[in-house]
């Protein structure tokens, strides 16, 4: 049976096609160790997923299926299952499998250390083996996931725009108020300093401010490594806003006093 060599590769860079094929080439030179792999240039357009998986030498924190939200690639999952089964069936048939497309796997591996950075695990490694069946013409495909460290936060500061102590630039009474909001907020160290954390930091910060009549202001945060992992928030609160007049028009039926209370 004649194969073709590029359907499959294409749009892939020749530095991307070397990474994915060489170590497979060479598979034979590898430790013992190593499980040999069937090499991928047997592979072609007609190529298909049969499975998905996922390892963790060293544990795993994340869930599973939030892992594989972030693949392009998967295998059969539970609409497959059942419609395999009742396959039989007159007018039911047999399921699809997901083609292999290579650069879809470099893409997934890509896809996999972003979500575990954003996560919080910024000295993630993740690798993948391939295994084909060229009976079926099909490929298992396993990640192999090791998620280093997490980073953790371990102290948080809210300065105002150079460096100033915030509480200063607001009003007698609501920096009275300041400490406590700054308290609660650092009830998040100890923490995994993900990136939704540190958006959900700004965020807080931002409806306070909001929320006390100040409607625009500028909120950054940015994360400082040393003895220990500091995330620093550098507001400027803008001007204090204040509702001079409400005027309401188009009611004919019911009093001002009543609507404005």
Do not use: C
Not at 215 to 222: E, I, L, N, T
């Amino acid at each position: 049976v004649q194969r073709s060599l590029f359907g499959p590769w294409s749009g892939m860079l020749p530095s991307d096609f070397l990474a994915l094929v060489l170590p497979i080439l060479f598979a034979g030179l590898l430790p013992e160790s190593l499980p040999a792999q069937t090499p991928l240039f047997l592979v072609n357009s007609e190529t298909v997923v049969s499975s998905v998986e996922f390892e963790f030498p060293e544990g795993r924190t994340l869930e599973e299926g939030r892992l594989k939200e972030q693949l392009a690639l998967r295998g059969p999952g539970l609409g497959h299952r059942i419609q395999d089964w009742v396959a039989f069936l007159p007018l039911v048939s047999s399921p699809r499998l997901q083609s292999f497309h290579p650069p879809e796997l470099l893409r997934d591996r890509e896809r996999l250390g972003i979500h575990y950075r954003d996560a919080g695990f910024p000295e993630v490694e993740v690798e993948y083996r391939v295994s084909l069946d060229t009976v079926p013409n099909a490929v298992d495909i396993t990640f192999v996931v090791r998620e280093g460290p997490p980073r953790i936060l371990e102290s948080i500061s809210v300065t105002g725009p150079e460096g100033e102590d915030l509480a200063g630039l607001l009003p007698e009474r609501l920096a009275s108020r300041w400490p406590a909001f700054l308290s609660d907020l650092r009830e998040s160290q100890g923490a995994r300093l993900s990136t939704s954390l540190m958006i959900r930091l700004r965020d807080e910060v931002r409806d306070w401010l909001s929320d006390r009549g100040y409607p625009f202001p500028r909120v950054s945060g940015r994360v400082e490594e040393g003895d220990e992992t500091h995330f620093r928030l550098t507001v400027d609160p803008g001007s204090r806003s204040r509702v001079a007049r409400v005027a309401v028009e188009g009611n004919d039926i019911l009093s001002d006093s009543v609507l404005l209370r």
